[in-house]
C-alpha cells in the first residue's frame, strides 16, 4: 500500500506514475472519496465538541432550575446527526480502504519508462565457457521428454485438467535434484534460513503481499473464500513477522522455500505454452529478504546475484533484463528479470524475477522495525526472488545438455544428486 500522505500531497506526480505504469486506477475520484471522507470526521468531531457544550449547559442550567427543553431538543438533534454521520463515515471509510489496496507501488526514479515488455532494458548475458552440446539442430524439451517419459501432460490433465503435469522418472529425479540443489546452495553459500510454510494461507496474508484483491482471478480459492492456494511462497514467507516489531540489530532477516505453487494463468492466452512452460502448479524455489530501508537497493543487487549464481552453477546461458514501468507487477518499485537460453525453443524463458517492494507490502501487513538511535518505529522494506523457478530451468537443461546419440548429459552439480553423469 502506498503512503497516503504522501499521496495527498503529491497527486500529480502520483498520476505520472500510474501512466507510466498503464494503470487505470481513478486517481481523482478516490482522492474526492478521501477528501469526503477527511471533511465527514471532521464534521462529526466538530458537533461532537458541540453536544458536549450543550450538554455542559444543561448541567449548569438544571443545578440554576432553569428551563432545558430546547437544549434537550438541540441535544436529541445533534446526537441523530452525529449517528447518521458516524454511518456514512464508517461506509466512506471502507470505500477508501478497498480501493487503497488496489493503488499500485511507486516507481524507483532509475526505472525505464515503456508502454510494452519490448521496452525491457538489456542489462546483461552469461553464456558458459564451452558449449554443453555437440548438436547444430536442438530437439525442443517436449521430445526430450518424450524419449525419456520424464513428464506426461496428458495424464495430468487427466488427474486434474489442463496445465497440469505429471513427472516420472528422470523428470520426477531432476525435479527433487533441482530442488535440493538450489536450496543447498542459497542456504549453504548465500546464508539464507530455510523454511517450509503452508501452501494455503488466509485472505490477510494474501492481501499483506499484494495478490488480494489485485490478482484474485489468478488465485485458487477455497469454496468459501477462507483460504487460497499460494501463487508463490512469497505470500506465506514474507508475512512470517506481518503485524510485529523486529529489533533493528536483528535485520536483515534472509529466508529461502521450495514450496509447489498454484496459478490461474488468467490472461496468459497467446503466451509461449509449449510442454511444461506454462502450468497452473509448479515448483519454485523463492527467496525472501526483509531489510533496512537505507539497504533494501544493495540487498535487490545481492538477491539477482544469488538467483544468477544458480544458473551460472548449472552452466546455462542466460540474459537480465530491467522492467520496464509497463511491465513492472503492481507491487515493485523496481524489477530484473533472468531469462535463460532455451535452444529447441529458440527463446528466452523467464526463470526468476528479482524484485524491490520497498515498504509497499510492509505498510499492508504493519511490519515494522524499532531504530536503535531513537526507538522510533519504522516500516522494513521486503524483497523476493525465485530462486529458482523450476520446469523453465528443466527445460534449458534438456535443450542445452542434449547429445547427438540422444542421451543427456547432467548438469555437474547435479550428479551428486542423481548419481550418474549421463542420462540414456
Not at 505520472?16 to 481523482?28: E, G, V, Y
Not at 525491457?120 to 521430445?143: A, G, I, Q, T
Not at 539464507?192 to 501452501?199: A, C, K, S
Not at 515493485?332 to 533472468?338: E, N, P, S, V
Request: aromatic letters at 8%.
Amino acid at each position: 500500500m502506498v503512503n497516503l500522505k504522501w499521496l495527498r500531497a503529491n497527486p500529480d506526480e502520483f498520476q505520472k506514475i500510474l501512466d507510466a505504469r498503464k494503470s487505470d486506477f481513478d486517481l481523482q475520484s478516490f482522492l474526492s472519496l478521501d477528501r469526503e471522507r477527511r471533511d465527514l470526521l471532521l464534521s462529526v468531531e466538530t458537533l461532537k465538541s458541540k453536544k458536549n457544550l450543550v450538554s455542559s449547559q444543561i448541567g449548569k442550567d438544571k443545578s440554576l432550575k432553569n428551563n432545558v427543553d430546547s437544549l434537550m431538543s438541540e441535544m436529541k438533534d445533534l446526537a441523530q446527526k452525529i449517528k447518521s454521520m458516524d454511518q456514512k463515515a464508517k461506509e466512506i471509510d471502507l470505500k477508501v480502504k478497498q480501493l487503497a489496496y488496489k493503488i499500485p507501488n511507486r516507481l524507483h526514479p532509475t526505472v525505464p519508462f515503456g508502454m510494452s515488455e519490448k521496452e525491457n532494458v538489456f542489462v546483461k548475458d552469461w553464456y558458459p565457457s564451452s558449449e554443453k552440446s555437440d548438436l547444430d539442430l536442438f530437439k525442443s524439451h517436449e521430445e526430450i521428454g518424450a524419449r525419456f517419459d520424464m513428464f506426461d501432460l496428458v495424464r495430468g490433465a487427466k488427474l486434474t485438467g489442463s496445465g497440469f503435469v505429471l513427472y516420472r522418472s528422470w523428470g520426477a529425479r531432476l525435479i527433487r535434484a533441482l530442488i535440493n540443489f538450489m536450496l543447498d546452495l542459497h542456504i549453504n553459500k548465500h546464508g539464507y534460513e530455510e523454511v517450509l510454510p503452508p501452501v494455503l494461507v488466509n485472505t490477510a496474508t494474501a492481501t499483506g503481499t499484494g495478490q488480494l484483491p489485485h490478482m484474485s482471478e489468478d488465485m485458487y480459492g477455497i469454496d468459501d473464500g477462507s483460504l487460497y492456494l499460494i501463487p508463490t511462497a512469497e505470500v506465506p514467507v514474507t508475512n512470517i513477522y506481518a503485524k510485529e516489531i523486529l529489533e533493528e540489530k536483528d535485520l536483515p532477516k534472509t529466508f529461502v522455500a521450495y514450496t509447489p505453487c498454484f496459478r490461474r494463468e488468467a490472461g496468459a492466452y497467446g503466451k509461449n505454452s509449449k510442454g511444461i512452460t506454462r502450468l497452473h502448479q509448479f515448483d519454485k524455489v523463492e527467496m525472501v529478504r526483509v531489510v533496512h530501508p537505507d539497504t533494501s537497493y544493495d540487498h535487490l543487487e545481492g538477491l539477482r546475484e544469488n538467483a544468477e549464481k544458480v544458473l551460472k552453477e548449472l552452466e546455462l546461458p542466460y540474459r537480465v533484463v530491467e522492467l520496464c514501468s509497463s511491465d513492472l507487477s503492481f507491487g515493485a518499485t523496481k524489477c530484473y528479470d533472468l531469462e535463460v537460453w532455451a535452444p529447441g525453443l529458440n527463446d528466452f524463458l523467464e526463470v526468476s524475477s528479482c524484485s524491490n517492494f520497498e515498504d509497499f507490502q510492509a505498510r499492508r501487513m504493519s511490519l515494522k522495525f524499532r531504530s536503535e538511535k531513537d526507538a522510533s518505529l519504522e516500516l522494513v522494506h521486503t524483497l523476493n526472488g525465485s530462486g529458482l523457478a523450476l520446469p523453465r530451468t528443466l527445460i534449458a537443461i534438456l535443450e542445452n545438455y542434449q547429445n547427438k546419440d540422444g542421451s543427456l548429459t547432467v548438469p555437474r552439480v547435479l550428479q551428486k544428486y542423481l548419481g550418474t553423469d549421463l542420462i540414456k
